[in-house]
C-alpha cells in the first residue's frame, strides 16, 4: 500500500511540474510553491498581503537612540579595528571602534562598539548600517546597553578551634 501511495505522489508530483501537461487531465493544477499566495495577482481578499520578513525593522519602527554609544553584532573574524572604523565613519565624528576580541588568539569575538560624537550622527549609523553586509557577513546595528556591575564574592575563610582563620583549599599544595 505504501508503494503505491508513493507512485501516485510522484505522479502527481510530475503532472504539476511539467510545463506541457494538457487541460483534459484529471490532476488538478496546482503550485508546488508555498509562497504562490503572496505572488497572485489575482487575490479574492482585499486585505493587503503581510510581509514576507515581518520582522524588519524600518528606520520608522526602529526607537529612538538614548546613548552615541552602538553595539555592532555579526561581525566577521576578519574584520579589525579599522575596517570597523572604515565602515562607520561616514556617518559622522567616530570617538572609537573596537572590535572586541579573544585575549588569547586575539582574533574577533563577532561583535564591537562604536562610539559617536553625537546621538544624531549614532541615529544616521543605524539606519544606514543596520542588516548591511561588511567583510561578507550580515551586522546589525543596536544601542549599547551599560555593562552590569560584577559582585564579587570572597571566598568564605574558616575559623578553627585554635583561632586560625585559613581558606579553604582543595587539592595538592604541595
Known amino acids: 500500500m505504501a508503494l503505491s501511495t508513493l507512485l501516485a505522489f510522484r505522479r502527481l508530483l510530475r503532472a ?44 520608522a519602527d526602529l526607537p529612538p537612540l538614548t546613548t552615541s554609544n552602538l553595539f555592532v553584532s555579526g561581525l566577521s573574524r576578519l574584520t579589525t579595528n579599522d575596517k570597523l572604523q ?24 563577532g561583535f564591537g562598539f562604536v562610539k559617536y560624537a553625537t546621538i544624531e550622527e549614532a541615529e544616521k549609523a543605524r539606519a544606514g548600517m543596520n542588516a548591511k553586509f561588511l567583510d561578507g557577513w550580515v551586522i546589525f546595528v543596536d544601542p549599547a546597553k551599560p555593562r552590569e556591575p560584577r559582585s564579587y564574592n570572597p571566598p568564605q575563610s574558616q575559623t578553627s578551634e585554635d583561632g586560625i582563620r585559613t581558606n579553604k583549599t582543595i587539592g595538592w599544595c604541595g
Do not use: H
Open 16 to 59: 504539476a511540474a511539467s510545463p506541457s501537461s494538457s487541460s483534459s487531465s484529471s490532476l488538478p493544477r496546482r503550485s508546488l510553491s508555498p509562497f504562490a499566495a503572496y505572488c497572485s495577482s489575482s487575490s479574492s481578499s482585499s486585505s493587503p498581503t503581510p510581509p514576507i520578513f515581518p520582522f524588519d525593522d524600518t528606520p
Open 86 to 109: 572604515e565602515a562607520f565613519s561616514p556617518f559622522g565624528q567616530l570617538l572609537e571602534a573596537k572590535v572586541i576580541t579573544d585575549r588569547i588568539s586575539g582574533r574577533s569575538k
